[in-house]
């Protein structure tokens, strides 16, 4: 018999999901969507097997997120999968890094871009590759570079390591050296 298989252990994880279940009617979590982020939670203990829950650190859960915020899900999944992880660790376990991570930025992250957002095209309708600049051209081909002027920059910029660093001077007029480069003064 194993640790898993005892009656003792399948107590314990009957009452973290109790408890669980519990934060979230607390947190104002609708009956019919509790069994989602008790869902994400389970997604997220099958992807760190074998590690117990209190020695997960904020560097396991930021790279959680940002793995499966990569995949394709809609803006209210993510920002769910968020809450119920932010519930599980603040909430219920009150991990002593729950504060080192930025909940607002996983949850803002989640959130489409609105219609006056800069990085939206300004003209939805037409694809890129069918835009034209001057002369017909397009857009891309008008801006395009070379890779060989690309790969002969960082060339230049790595033979000439004192232009990179020529104004080391922050806003307050200190001088903030940086590690591994040394001092072109």
Not at 27 to 49: F, I, Q, S, T
Not at 66 to 81: H, L, N, T, Y
Not at 157 to 175: F, N
Request: include cysteine; glycine fraction near 8%.
């Amino acid at each position: 018999m194993t640790q898993s298989d005892t009656p003792a252990r399948t107590e314990q994880v009957r009452l973290f999901w109790r408890n669980y279940l519990q934060l979230l009617a607390e947190a104002g979590v609708p009956e019919d969507v509790r069994p989602w982020y008790r869902k994400h939670v389970e997604r997220y203990l099958a992807a760190h097997p074998g590690q117990r829950l209190r020695q997960h650190s904020a560097q396991d859960l930021n790279a959680y997120l940002a793995v499966i915020g990569g995949k394709p899900m809609r803006d209210w999944q993510f920002r769910q999968q968020v809450q119920a992880l932010r519930i599980l660790f603040c909430g219920q376990l009150r991990v002593p890094w729950c504060g080192d991570v930025d909940w607002r930025y996983w949850t803002d992250l989640s959130r489409p871009l609105g219609i006056g957002h800069p990085t939206v095209a300004r003209d939805p309708g037409e694809p890129p590759a069918r835009r034209t600049g001057q002369a017909g051209a397009s857009i891309s081909a008008q801006f395009r570079t070379p890779r060989t002027g690309v790969a002969a920059a960082i060339r230049t910029g790595l033979a000439h390591t004192g232009l990179l660093h020529q104004d080391r001077t922050d806003l307050c007029g200190v001088d903030r050296a940086v590690p591994g480069v040394p001092s072109v003064a």
